[in-house]
């Protein structure tokens, strides 16, 4: 998958300064660095980013900094996007392994075969996939987008949605298009209970259930609200209910609390009494390694020129659509 960093066994842990915060602060002027950081990551890294967000607001950051540093605490397909818009920039990832099952779930190879049985059928994928995937679509996708752009795409044109089966469900519910559909899943967003759910809203009755698209049909049919990262965020400050019971990956509660610290935020259970709702890839990174990362101006994140010319202009359609 992604290369492993593996320092050698006479190599010792380096000393880590005693107030991160302002370390990172530091390096920050120092390098013109900034720090983007998704819902998800660890609420440390959230406190010291210069921008939090979901993967639109986060494309869109990327496209318009200034900075000549990027520090990508977020995945791997994220820090890979933020290369393909910034070629000449430095862009660092705290820790090589963040990757995403999702993006694993799609093949290049394999989507290229695929891809090649419907030759008449446009593109859309959703951001969360490899550099080769976008460099094989027309235009790119999120969460938060993804009915708006399929809505400008005429009736007439037949439309491949990848890699996401669920988001791309919620979008033919949404939009009444008739869409062909990769298999492929988000292994968080797998993993929420119905049954456990339910019960949950039986034990806060005036709790709203909001929910990512990404979710099991099963899931989003008991929802108030279905939303990106960032609709949940803004559903939940401007809701008058004081509760809510969140089925995304709950690292984006951390902002919730913050907005709207009068109101409650449960987490939705997921199917075993384990941490499955949190992930694993996400929850890589940490505030010591994006420190090391900016000390040591690596790992950097690297995309071949062939491929980030032909993924750019997907990339590109979308932001001109948002």
Same mark, same amino acid.
């Given at each position: 998958?992604?290369?492993?960093?593996?320092?050698?066994?006479? %190599?010792?842990?380096?000393? +880590?300064?005693?107030? =991160?915060?302002?370390?990172?602060?530091?390096?920050?002027?120092?390098?013109?660095?900034?720090?983007?950081?998704?819902?998800?990551?660890?609420?440390? /890294?959230?406190?010291?980013?210069?921008?939090?967000?979901?993967?639109?607001?986060?494309?869109?950051?990327?496209?318009?900094?200034?900075?000549?540093?990027?520090?990508?605490?977020? %995945?791997?397909?994220?820090?890979?996007?933020?290369?393909?818009?910034?070629? &000449?920039?430095? %862009?660092?990832?705290?820790? =090589? &392994?963040?990757?995403?099952?999702?993006?694993?779930?799609?093949?290049?190879? @394999?989507?290229? @075969?695929?891809?090649?049985?419907?030759?008449?059928?446009? #593109? /859309?994928?959703?951001? &969360?996939?490899?550099?080769?995937?976008?460099?094989?679509?027309?235009?790119?996708?999120?969460?938060?987008?993804?009915?708006?752009?399929?809505?400008?795409?005429?009736?007439?044109?037949?439309? /491949?949605?990848?890699?996401?089966?669920?988001?791309?469900?919620?979008?033919?519910?949404? !939009?009444?298009?008739?869409?062909?559909?990769?298999?492929?899943?988000?292994?968080?967003?797998? !993993?929420?209970?119905?049954?456990?759910? #339910?019960?949950?809203?039986?034990?806060?009755?005036?709790?709203?259930?909001?929910?990512?698209?990404?979710?099991?049909?099963?899931?989003?049919?008991?929802?108030?609200?279905?939303?990106?990262?960032?609709? *949940? +965020? @803004?559903?939940?400050?401007?809701?008058?209910?004081?509760?809510?019971? #969140?089925? !995304?990956?709950?690292?984006?509660?951390?902002?919730?609390?913050?907005?709207?610290?009068?109101?409650?935020?449960?987490?939705?259970?997921? =199917?075993?009494?384990?941490?499955? &709702?949190?992930?694993?890839?996400?929850? *890589?990174? !940490? +505030?010591?390694?994006?420190? +090391?990362?900016?000390?040591? @101006?690596?790992?950097?994140?690297?995309?071949?020129?062939?491929?980030? %010319?032909?993924?750019?202009?997907?990339?590109?359609?979308?932001?001109?659509?948002?």
């Amino acid at each position: 998958m992604f290369a492993t960093l593996q320092p050698p066994a006479s %190599v010792t842990t380096p000393a +880590l300064p005693h107030d =991160l915060f302002e370390a990172i602060a530091t390096l920050k002027q120092e390098l013109n660095a900034i720090v983007l950081a998704h819902y998800y990551q660890e609420s440390d /890294i959230q406190d010291i980013a210069d921008y939090i967000g979901d993967s639109l607001g986060l494309s869109q950051q990327a496209a318009m900094t200034e900075a000549d540093v990027i520090v990508f605490a977020g %995945v791997h397909f994220m820090a890979e996007t933020a290369k393909i818009l910034n070629p &000449n920039k430095l %862009v660092l990832l705290p820790d =090589l &392994n963040a990757g995403c099952s999702l993006a694993d779930s799609c093949p290049p190879a @394999k989507f290229a @075969k695929f891809k090649a049985k419907h030759p008449d059928h446009l #593109v /859309i994928s959703y951001i &969360n996939c490899t550099a080769a995937i976008k460099a094989m679509s027309d235009i790119i996708c999120t969460s938060a987008n993804a009915v708006s752009i399929v809505r400008q795409i005429p009736p007439e044109q037949p439309i /491949i949605f990848a890699p996401d089966k669920n988001l791309g469900r919620y979008v033919m519910e949404q !939009t009444g298009r008739d869409l062909v559909l990769w298999q492929g899943t988000c292994m968080v967003h797998e !993993t929420f209970s119905e049954k456990k759910m #339910v019960q949950l809203k039986v034990e806060h009755p005036g709790a709203e259930i909001i929910a990512h698209p990404e979710c099991e049909p099963a899931v989003l049919r008991h929802a108030d609200y279905v939303g990106s990262t960032t609709g *949940l +965020l @803004k559903y939940s400050q401007q809701s008058p209910r004081s509760s809510f019971i #969140v089925v !995304t990956e709950p690292g984006i509660i951390h902002q919730m609390r913050k907005n709207t610290p009068g109101k409650t935020f449960i987490p939705a259970p997921a =199917l075993n009494n384990c941490a499955c &709702n949190e992930c694993p890839h996400m929850r *890589l990174n !940490t +505030l010591e390694k994006l420190y +090391l990362a900016m000390k040591h @101006k690596s790992p950097e994140v690297n995309v071949p020129e062939d491929i980030r %010319v032909d993924a750019i202009r997907p990339i590109q359609r979308m932001l001109a659509m948002s």
